[in-house]
């Protein structure tokens, strides 16, 4: 199984592009379930795992995907199944996506429900009170959820939680049903205001996504569409926070500022010099970060899934920091990890409390999950000596190509097999 071996301690300097956005893309190519017309999405980061997964759900219900660099076209090969496979779930939550297109407009669809994950239970519910809303039944059986409504319609929907999962799958579902739905609660996520964009060029009318009341206006028929997906801005955090713990100066090509405000304000505190334009992000940092405390919340608030590279920044710091979770009910399984390079974290409950060392040593380390991976690149870089980071796989479901991006940086970075 893939390490990498990384020798830290080496300043940053120079370019890195930024790949399309995970979390956006995997929402639009699923979308692509909507229209029997081809789709061309564009900007696609078609390395990572998640994305092939994707495309083999989509095979595994009746499309054909062809992957050709960052592009992926998705074209229709006769009538579509309305069961989403097992093997393809358990391997990707957002698998259950499937759902509101596939029920929107068969007025059916069976999805195995999926399993709780390293980082937490992740429930279903809000999707699931979401489709009863728009007047769907549902049955549990076999660890399946069948979802049926011979004519979905439009509906007046207020979310629990903004949960980012449940506003995309209710929009999808919404956008092949006549009439206005109105999502209240929504995730305010960027990536939701990309699916909204997508569907808009689909033939349904959207507005507000992106914002915590999105209303679409779907059409009975929807057209195929070519779409160039956002950046990933939690790539683009993550290098940035790369740069403020092993100090140096990077741009991050391709990033959008006002995508991670939240993010780029906590780097200023640290002492760090942020620089962004249309489409880049630049830092330098110079210095031991002064402690930030960041608490994690829906956007625009701060990422959750930057919480873990910031802890892994803050591990450095001047002074005393606190780092909540709000999101996540388990996802600070980097901090064991970090201790092992020297850090010093306590954590009780939601919350850590991380008191800075001048510095971290390199040491054998396992990622358990894909951010608290990043986590510990980031530590890895900053720290003296040799790191050899284990269970690489969790960090490619996110990053594409992070050794060669980070050896651009001038980081000694290799991949062993
Ligand atoms: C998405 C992102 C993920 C990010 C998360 C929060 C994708 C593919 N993944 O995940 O990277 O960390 O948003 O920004 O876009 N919840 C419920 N019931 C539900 C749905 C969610 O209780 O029906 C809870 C979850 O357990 C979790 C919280 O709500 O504690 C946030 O989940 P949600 O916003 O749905 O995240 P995802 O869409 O799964």
């Given amino acids: 199984m893939d390490r990498l071996i ?56 009746g499309k054909k995907v062809d992957i050709e660099g960052s592009s ?34 068969f007025g059916l669809v069976r999805v195995p429900i999926p399993g709780g994950c390293a980082i937490g239970l992740r429930p279903i519910d809000i999707h699931l009170k979401g489709f009863e809303a728009m007047g769907a039944r549902r049955i549990a059986d076999q660890g399946d959820i069948i979802l049926s409504a011979p004519k979905l319609k439009a509906a007046e929907i207020r979310l629990r939680f903004p949960s980012v999962g449940a506003t995309e799958n209710l929009m999808m579902a919404a956008a092949a049903v006549p009439g206005r739905t109105v999502i209240r609660n929504a995730a305010r996520e960027p990536e939701i205001a990309d699916l909204g964009a997508f569907l808009e060029r689909l033939g349904a009318k959207v507005s507000g996504a992106g914002t915590a009341a999105v209303t679409v206006e779907g059409q009975p028929r929807l057209r195929g569409a070519r779409h160039r997906v956002m950046p990933d801005r939690i790539e683009a955090g993550t290098y940035l926070i790369a740069a403020a713990a092993a100090r140096g100066k990077v741009r991050v090509q391709g990033a959008r500022g006002g995508d991670l405000e939240a993010v780029l304000a906590a780097l200023r505190r640290t002492g760090a010099k942020v620089r962004s334009g249309r489409d880049f992000i630049e830092l330098e940092m110079r210095e031991r970060p002064k402690p930030v405390a960041v608490s994690t919340a829906p956007y625009p608030g701060f990422p959750t899934d930057l919480q873990a590279p910031w802890m892994a920044l803050m591990t450095l710091s001047t002074g005393f920091t606190k780092v909540r979770e709000t999101v996540f009910e388990n996802r600070f399984m980097h901090a064991a990890e970090l201790t092992r390079m020297g850090a010093q974290i306590a954590v009780s409950g939601a919350a850590a409390v991380v008191a800075g060392v001048e510095r971290l040593s390199g040491a054998p380390i396992m990622a358990s999950d894909l951010r608290a991976g990043a986590a510990l690149i980031v530590a890895a870089l900053a720290a003296r000596g040799r790191t050899v980071l284990q269970r690489v796989y969790h960090v490619d479901r996110g990053y594409e190509a992070v050794e060669r991006k980070l050896a651009a940086l001038g980081a000694r970075v290799e991949r062993a097999r």
């Fill in 6 to 61: 990384i020798d830290g301690g080496v300043a940053l300097s120079g370019r890195v592009l930024v790949s399309g956005s995970k979390n956006a893309a995997l929402p639009i190519l699923i979308a692509t379930l909507l229209t029997d017309d081809p789709c061309l999405v564009e900007n696609c980061p078609t390395a990572l795992r998640d994305i092939r997964t994707t495309a083999r759900l989509l095979e595994s219900l």
């Fill in 72 to 105: 992926v076209r998705v074209l229709s090969t006769g009538s579509l199944k309305t069961q989403a496979p097992y093997d393809i779930v358990k391997q990707m939550r957002a698998s259950v996506l499937a759902a509101g297109p596939l029920l929107a407009r």
